[in-house]
T-cell receptor
Framework: GNSVTQMEGPVTLSEEAFLTINCTYT??????LFWYVQYPGEGLQLLLK?????DKGSNKGFEATYRKETTSFHLEKGSVQVSDSAVYFC?????????????FGTGTRLQVTL | KAGVTQTPRYLIKTRGQQVTLSCSPI?????VSWYQQTPGQGLQFLFE???????NKGNFPGRFSGRQFSNSRSEMNVSTLELGDSALYLC?????????????FGQGTRLTVV
């Protein structure tokens, strides 16, 4: 079945540092890939997505590229801010018929300090 | 455009009771999915409804059920509550649940079973 593996957290960075959160996946076919962010006490917010190989999703300075050859979708940001502190989830969608069923990684907590 | 609305935000129930949670999707969205989030198991897919029909189901016992109304609003019910049902329950809506469509999440209902 489908699965997503994320790097263990927490990740602690100083403000303006470079961020990478690794995500690899196992899936049949060609799923869509997503990054969601969860702030304390809140639901999930879609951060970015990519729907096919070599697509780059980007939003609010965050980027991730769909790498089919390495089955990866690593999240990057050039300069993090304190307000980026949250839990980040990598997810993939299933094939037609199960597309609405997202498979999530375990989440990576990011803490950014001044 | 209003987002996904879940009610109530917080619930405290006693073991053995039943509970009903409500989700109003984004206007025009016809697919509603439910997820359970716990510290130990992470985010797990419960089920998805599309056009009033359950289209996909996760690996949860029959105590967990749901339904969808003609206006796409959805409810999930948990009967004979157990302590382990304590979790954040998230609802997500999308246009049609297709592979390329985005899922938008509500803020969740935090259920505590005592």
């Amino acid at each position: 079945g489908n699965s997503v593996t994320q790097m263990e957290g927490p990740v602690t960075l100083s403000e303006e540092a470079f961020l990478t959160i690794n995500c690899t996946y196992t899936a049949t076919g060609y799923p869509s890939l997503f990054w969601y962010v969860q702030y304390p006490g809140e639901g999930l917010q879609l951060l970015l997505k990519a729907t096919k190989a070599d697509d780059k999703g980007s939003n609010k300075g965050f980027e991730a590229t769909y790498r089919k050859e390495t089955t990866s979708f690593h999240l990057e940001k050039g300069s993090v801010q304190v307000s980026d502190s949250a839990v980040y989830f990598c997810a993939l969608s299933g094939l037609t018929g199960t597309a609405s069923k997202l498979t999530f990684g375990t989440g990576t907590r990011l803490q950014v300090t001044l | 455009k209003a987002g996904v609305t879940q009610t109530p935000r917080y619930l405290i129930k006693t073991r053995g009771q039943q509970v009903t949670l409500s989700c109003s999707p984004i206007s025009g969205h016809r697919s509603v999915s439910w997820y359970q989030q716990t510290p130990g198991q992470g985010l797990q897919f419960l089920f998805e409804y599309f056009s009033e029909t359950q289209r996909n189901k996760g690996n949860f016992p029959g105590r967990f059920s749901g339904r969808q109304f003609s206006n796409s609003r959805s409810e999930m019910n948990v009967s004979t509550l157990e302590l382990g049902d304590s979790a954040l329950y998230l609802c997500a809506s999308s246009l049609d649940g297709g592979t390329r469509t985005e899922a938008f999440f509500g803020q969740g209902t935090r259920l505590t079973v005592v």
